[in-house]
């Protein structure tokens, strides 16, 4: 059985940056994109950006700026970094996995396990 | 970037009614769209992958179709532990991979 699980900084102030880290237990590291996804309170889910075992990484460009995504693969973990945060970061963030592969029928997967989810609050 | 849209954005239905809800891309996507359901307080599932190939272990009860710019999510029989949000979202191997807004699913 495939966890994720992810800990990190709760409460941050204005231009301090946030750090969060997943740890995968279970299954290949190889095989995926490991990836970063945020929730406002009451709000949607907004893509963060993702990372390869090797390293390679995407990352949505509307936060390209000011995020970092990078990879542990000796500890199977990865981590989230986002730079001089406001409070319009504040919102539930989320590690999840994306196969590097497709089904047997050739098409993409999508997000099939997800961390518990960590709550970062940017207040003064 | 493509943009994902859903409608509605909430909606209301009695106990085995059929629930329909869609969603739009702006470009086409072939069916690289995945469907994922989050209960409240809870994390997001993954439902429907491919527009519509069932997830191991959902529910028979859900369904999707649809390809490149227009898609569809029926629950064919709602049941009082469906209530929760669906997003849609594009998963071809173009990021970003953009969710729609959200539906909102509860019982009437």
């Known amino acids: 059985q495939v966890q994720l699980q992810q800990w990190g900084a709760g409460l941050l102030k204005p231009s301090e940056t946030l750090s969060l880290t997943c740890a995968v237990y279970?299954?290949?590291?190889?095989?995926?994109?490991w990836t970063w996804i945020r929730q406002p309170p009451g709000e949607g889910l907004e893509w963060i950006g993702e990372?390869?075992?090797?390293?390679?990484?995407n990352y949505n460009p509307s936060l390209q700026s000011r995020v970092s995504v990078s990879v542990d693969p000796s500890k199977n973990q990865f981590s989230l970094r986002l730079a001089s945060v406001t409070a319009a970061d504040t919102a539930f963030y989320y590690c999840?996995?994306?196969?590097?592969?497709?089904?047997?029928?050739?098409?993409?997967?999508?997000?099939?396990?997800w961390g518990q989810g960590t709550m970062v609050t940017v207040s003064s | 970037d493509i943009q994902m849209t859903q409608s509605p954005s909430s909606l209301s239905a009695s106990v085995g009614d059929r629930v329909t809800i869609t969603c739009r891309a702006s470009?086409?996507?072939?069916?690289?769209l995945a469907w994922y359901q989050q209960k409240p307080g809870k994390v997001p599932k993954l439902l429907i992958y491919?527009?519509?190939t069932l997830q191991s272990g959902v529910s028979s009860r859900f369904s999707g179709s649809g390809s490149g710019t227009d898609f569809t999510l029926t629950i064919s029989r709602l049941q009082p532990e469906d209530v929760a949000t669906y997003y849609c979202?594009?998963?071809?191997?173009?990021?970003?991979?953009?969710f729609g807004q959200g539906t909102k699913v509860d019982i009437k």
């Open positions: 999840a996995r994306r196969p590097n592969y497709y089904d047997s029928s050739g098409y993409p997967i999508g997000f099939d396990i």
């Open positions: 279970g299954g290949s590291f190889s095989a995926y994109y």
């Open positions: 990372i390869l075992h090797s390293g390679s990484t």
């Open positions: 979202q594009k998963c071809d191997s173009a990021p970003p991979y953009t």
């Open positions: 470009q086409g996507i072939s069916n690289y």
């Open positions: 491919a527009a519509s």
